[in-house]
């Protein structure tokens, strides 16, 4: 480049590394840290979610690449190991630590905090006619409280295999609907996997701290979408607790962490 | 209105008095802003009982040299307002005391404020900035900041010590002299470094710590030592010698790009564009310069204030203890005391939206 690009008022469109120099792709979501883009990988017929770590002119070059290099190998080792374990989570397809990029499976499906959100519409629309479709409103309740059962044992297999997510929330949490051969076109909509996304704050530990603080964390997330999903968080909670050795202690451990708000009084 | 401001939480003492127009729309007029610090001899920190004892001596001649330089009679003043925390016991302690004094001498209304509150309402005064998200950075205190419904919420902040703290003792460790304050002497030793040594970098969410740093910093001071073999000195990966400047210089890259950092996730959160950087780090150009990079890479801006407003100071105290007095609050004669803990978040924040 002969003359350096003016610099932009704005938000700076950030060039993609190859092998995405191609075709312009639009930002799905930016993060602190990440920028996520849909496009294909591999195969024209693969889709991906590209994770970008994009360089930050703020910190020194050496150290910027230290950090990049290490967070994006510790979330790839964290994605590799849940899937030996079997947790759902997508697969990793791809990625370069130097130019700071992760290809990862795409995954179809809505996120609980949708599902969440649309069952808070439907409940204002049901309590008129409660009378008539009482057996209507209790199967669709249902289907929510086994979805929130599966939640919870998906985040108890990922506490047991040892990771913690570190930004555990309802969004980090995708409903599949086409991994799960059971379910139908119609009607079942909730059916389908839990699979747990966004992984870039995750760590490999069994302390039960890290665990209670994701469940708080994952708590205030329900809390924030409805007052009347608290009940449904109890049962997330309930199936935790009976999913695996330890659990016990990490839900004695979430009074803790309730009660000083995540944060510990500050001493001096 | 106007307000006296009694500040003493840490080595500074500071006087202020501030004089809000009866428009609200008009900027605060700064009357007086006297300050003394209690400075320490190299390789030293400050300790509790020393500094209470500096800010007994100073108390009374800095009281009356402001009210003569602000031109008020003592009728004038409407309020006495003084830290009652958080921060060092003893030296807040004799602080207290003189407010109280004062109060009853001059027969005036008393308001204990929270320091931290005091430098994020100085900051947006002077600054301007709307509704920042806040970093408050100093000797005692590393938060990440945001208001929502009448609190300053802490999004983030240290899980062990402060920055300032972490920079002070890393200074003592090399011997840098603590005047006018060890901060600044490593911001200009850091401006003459050229490598960047390895120390750890821990960030956990909005959270970060700093223990280990200083730590790790602490070690590799112990191999720069000139009067050390050749050999056994410590070298760069290209085979340079490691200077103190090389030290100052790695520290400061590492710890403000942890702060930067944070700060970054919190704008995220909330959604905002602006940052205040506020406290005494906050006179750290190198600090406003990295938080500049980020804020413009976002679309947003970097406030700062300088070292007259963001090191501690009587004017803040007066300024945020005027606002709460506006609003009709007035600290109890029996509950002018002062607490070493003092969350930002207890404060109940009257004055705004």
């Known amino acids: ?268 | 209105m106007i307000a006296l401001g009694l500040e003493g939480s840490a080595n500074k003492i500071g006087i202020g008095l501030i004089s809000h127009p009866s428009t609200p729309s008009k900027p605060p007029i700064i009357l007086a802003n006297l300050r003394h610090t209690y400075v320490s001899p190299p390789g030293e920190g400050f300790l509790p009982k020393d500094t209470a004892l500096h800010h007994r001596a100073w108390v009374v001649r800095l009281i009356k040299q402001a009210v003569r330089q602000a031109g008020v009679r003592v009728e004038d003043i409407d309020v006495i307002c003084y830290t009652k925390g958080p921060g060092m016991g003893a030296p807040l302690q004799s602080v207290a005391l003189a407010a109280r004094t004062l109060a009853l001498l001059w027969g005036k209304p008393m308001v204990g404020v929270n320091h931290c509150v005091g430098h994020i309402e100085m900051g947006r005064s002077i600054t301007r900035a709307l509704n920042p998200v806040v970093l408050y950075v100093s000797g005692g205190n590393t938060q990440v900041i945001a208001y929502s419904s009448q609190r300053y919420r802490i999004f983030g902040e240290t899980l062990d010590i402060a920055i300032g703290n972490c920079i002070d003792r890393f200074a003592r460790t090399l011997l840098i002299p603590n005047d006018p304050f060890p901060g600044y002497n490593v911001e200009q030793l850091a401006k003459h470094g050229r490598n960047l040594v390895d120390l750890p970098y821990t960030v956990k969410g909005m959270d970060a710590s700093f223990s280990g740093i200083l730590a790790a910093a602490d070690v590799l001071a112990a191999g720069i030592g000139e009067d050390l073999d050749e050999g056994k000195r410590l070298r760069t990966e290209e085979g340079d010698l490691v200077t103190r400047e090389d030290l100052c210089f790695s520290l400061q890259e590492t710890v403000f790009a942890m702060l930067v950092e944070i700060t970054e996730r919190a704008m995220a959160h909330v959604g905002s564009t602006q940052v205040l950087v506020v406290g005494g780090v906050g006179s750290n150009e190198r600090l406003q310069q990295m938080m500049g990079i980020m804020a413009r890479d976002r679309g947003g801006s970097v406030f700062a204030t300088d070292e007259r407003f963001c090191i501690d100071n009587g004017i803040m105290i007066a300024h945020a203890g005027l606002l709460e007095y506006e609003t009709g609050v007035v600290t109890k004669f029996e509950d002018t005391s002062c607490t070493q803990r003092f969350r930002t978040d207890e404060v109940y924040v009257g004055w705004r939206e």
């Open chain 1, 1 to 268: 480049m002969a003359t350096p690009p003016p610099p932009h008022a704005s938000q700076p469109d950030h060039i993609l590394p190859p092998p995405f120099t191609h075709t312009p792709l639009t930002v799905l979501t930016q993060g602190a840290e990440a920028l996520v883009y849909r496009t294909t990988f591999l195969t024209p017929s693969t889709p991906v979610a590209l994770k970008y770590r994009p360089p930050k002119p703020y910190r020194h070059p050496v150290l910027d690449k230290r950090l990049t290099k290490a967070r994006l190998l510790a979330e790839a080792r964290v994605l590799v190991k849940c899937r030996k374990e079997g947790v759902k989570v997508p697969g990793v397809l791809g990625g370069d630590v130097e130019n700071g990029w992760l290809a990862l499976e795409w995954v179809e499906g809505r996120t609980v905090r949708v599902v969440l959100d649309e069952w808070v519409e439907r409940g204002g629309e049901n309590g008129e006619g409660e009378n008539g479709e009482g057996v209507g409103v209790k199967e669709g309740e249902e289907e929510l409280w086994d979805l929130m059962r599966r939640v919870g044992r998906a985040v108890a297999r990922l506490h047991d295999i040892g990771v913690c997510h570190g930004d555990l929330t309802t969004t980090a949490d995708t409903v599949s609907p086409q991994s799960s051969p059971a379910s139908q076109p119609t009607g079942h909509e909730l059916d389908g996997d839990i699979i747990i996304i966004d992984f870039g704050l995750a760590t490999q530990t069994v302390g039960e701290e890290e665990r209670a603080v994701d469940l708080y964390v994952l708590e205030r997330a329900f809390a924030a979408t409805h007052p009347a999903a608290e009940p449904l968080f109890r049962e997330v909670l309930r199936v935790y607790g009976e999913s695996f050795k330890g659990a016990k202690v990490v839900l004695k451990r979430l009074e803790d962490v309730r009660l000083r708000g995540r944060k510990r009084s500050m001493l001096g």
